[in-house]
């Protein structure tokens, strides 16, 4: 298998062509919690191997799911901060250093506090 931690950034259409078959699973069978539904993973994995020949597995899928989630969060919030400090031209925030400090608080927080409730389940 073709190392997944790379396989989404040098397989050209692949990163879209995941997200494509998200967005149709999601707007036909809907979410379970903040995830596809099994059959919706399935889906996507016999699609994603057989389109672009690999063996990708459910948890290669799932970890590129949770990224793309942790990369929209923070996104997210720099985009919500006032100001409008985001410029879609450079693909860029305009930020001071201050901001920069309180983005990483709040993501170090939200880490934080994600770790703690995974430790009360475990």
């Not at 889906?43 to 990369?71: G, S, V």
Request: glycine fraction near 4%; charge should be neutral.
């Amino acid at each position: 298998m073709a190392n997944p931690h790379k396989v989404f950034t040098n397989t050209l259409g692949l990163a879209d062509r995941f997200i494509d078959i998200c967005m149709e699973e999601i707007d036909v069978r809907h979410y379970k919690g903040t995830g596809l539904i099994p059959e919706s993973w399935k889906r996507l994995e016999k699609d994603l191997n057989e389109e672009f020949e690999l063996q990708l597995n459910h948890k290669a899928l799932k970890n590129h799911w949770d990224d793309l989630k942790r990369k929209y969060l923070g996104w997210r919030y720099l985009n919500s901060k006032t100001g409008n400090l985001y410029n879609s031209e450079t693909g860029l925030f305009n930020m001071t250093e201050e901001d920069w400090q309180d983005y990483y608080q709040a993501r170090k927080y939200f880490l934080i506090t994600i770790w703690n409730n995974f430790k009360l389940l475990s």
